[in-house]
């Protein structure tokens, strides 16, 4: 009954764009088609497998929280983790931390992280025909203490940090090659200073060394896609930070690297959005990280409000979409962490959604003649149309449950695994 209800709120909902001229099927075959990365991060509170007793420390980065069910171990984790796949529409992939791998007991220092700790999550990949995405992992680590990694003014610990990255390198690759999909590897650092910092020309200087001698091998792009990542504060460096933004937009524009803009790392003021066309003349791919950034970069889950509607809808009027890889990237240990996953994710895919029904082409022609009016009311009339039956019926056609269905299987997993971790 349910699905025949579905199904006819979605036929009136298709005539009632169709009358506006937008073809919610053809939106549809563009949602199916997007994958989105998730992250494994949000199942164990960014803590890692590398120790018993891993967890985050330093970086600039805090996770509050200590909700019963956390992921102990890589099994559990991958139960989430399909877990959160089976309530999410779609084909998506799945974004490591070098942290993540499986060293069986083993004390493996990051400086000696290899693909062969990555097989197990590689052979789950194709199990679950997901593709890989993957992170170094420059925090919570005793050679990141002093807030530097590889800008940091000791060689010893630069090298060690240069090493852990040209590893990383080779572990991405080598996913890209075993899956037939592009492994996007993201470099961020946390590099930076709590307090006025007086060197920062030569704190930028080392960061551009080593970045260069990270650099220095290629890699074929079939099988690895690299990004460098900017940051406007952290907890810890406050005063400064070493790959600002300026940093990075011109260091990607000289080594041909994809910037990476995450929605946490600016001013909450700030426009994300805006930042797209720019990036986009001058690059021919980008990466985001999307969250939800309250007061400083707190990354809570994604919720669809009014900067994920932008965000999207600025992918899509500037023709993005296959050019804009999308990661998720927040954390948040004070409620079930596997339902993080689908309000967050599920909310990420609704925004793009939105967007992909938006009258843009109509929008657009009223804009060039100067009719603002008419631009401004089809802004207004998206948002009284019936894209609640658009995205009923995109779940169901995916197999998987609608949103009043979704707290009895989030409730229900957590009484039958995650209550029972201890």
């Avoid at 011109?250 to 001013?267: T, W």
Wanted: glycine share 10%.
């Amino acid at each position: 009954m349910k699905q025949e209800t579905t199904q006819k709120a979605y036929e009136l909902a298709r005539q009632r764009y169709a009358d506006a001229g937008i073809d919610t099927d053809r939106a549809l075959e563009i949602l199916s088609s997007t994958p989105l990365s998730m992250h494994c991060w949000q199942g164990d509170d960014v803590g890692g497998f590398e120790t018993p007793d891993a967890a985050l420390s330093g970086g600039g980065i805090q996770v509050t929280g200590n909700y019963p069910g956390k992921a102990r171990n890589v099994e559990e984790l991958r139960q989430d983790i399909e877990q959160a796949f089976s309530l999410i529409p779609g084909t998506h992939r799945l974004n490591l931390h070098a942290s993540y791998g499986e060293f069986k007991g083993k004390r493996v220092d990051r400086d000696a992280v290899a693909p062969e700790h990555f097989s197990g999550w590689i052979d789950w990949a194709k199990e679950h025909a997901a593709g890989l995405d993957f992170n170094g992992t420059f925090f919570s680590h005793p050679k990141a203490d002093s807030g530097f990694t590889i800008s940091s003014k000791d060689e010893a610990i630069r090298s060690f940090w240069i090493e852990h990255a040209l590893r990383c390198r080779e572990i991405g690759a080598e996913m890209g090659r075993q899956l037939g999909s592009p492994c996007v590897l993201n470099l961020w650092v946390p590099d930076g200073c709590k307090d006025y910092t007086v060197d920062r020309y030569a704190y930028r200087k080392l960061l551009k060394q080593s970045l260069d001698t990270i650099f220095e091998k290629d890699y074929d792009q079939r099988y690895l896609k690299e990004s460098i990542e900017t940051k406007l504060f952290g907890i810890g460096s406050e005063a400064f930070v070493t790959g600002s933004h300026e940093f990075y937009m011109n260091y990607a524009c000289a080594s041909g690297k994809m910037l990476c803009i995450d929605m946490g790392h600016f001013h909450p003021a700030e426009s994300i959005p805006d930042k797209i066309s720019s990036i986009l003349l001058f690059h021919e791919e980008l990466l985001l990280h999307v969250s939800r950034p309250m007061r400083w970069d707190s990354d809570h889950i994604v919720v669809l409000n009014d900067s994920i509607y932008e965000l999207f809808q600025e992918v899509v009027r500037c023709g993005g979409l296959g050019r804009v890889h999308v990661g998720l990237d927040f954390f948040d240990g004070s409620l079930n962490r596997v339902g993080a996953w689908v309000v967050g994710t599920r909310a990420a895919l609704k925004g793009l959604l939105f967007a992909l029904l938006e009258p843009t082409g109509q929008m657009r022609a009223f804009e060039d003649q100067q009719q603002f009016i008419g631009r401004l009311q089809l802004q207004e009339l998206q948002k009284s149309m019936p894209f609640g039956a658009v995205w009923d019926y995109y779940c169901m056609t995916k197999g998987v449950v609608q949103e009043d269905e979704l707290l009895d299987r989030m409730f229900s997993y957590e009484e039958k695994v995650l209550r029972g971790r201890r």
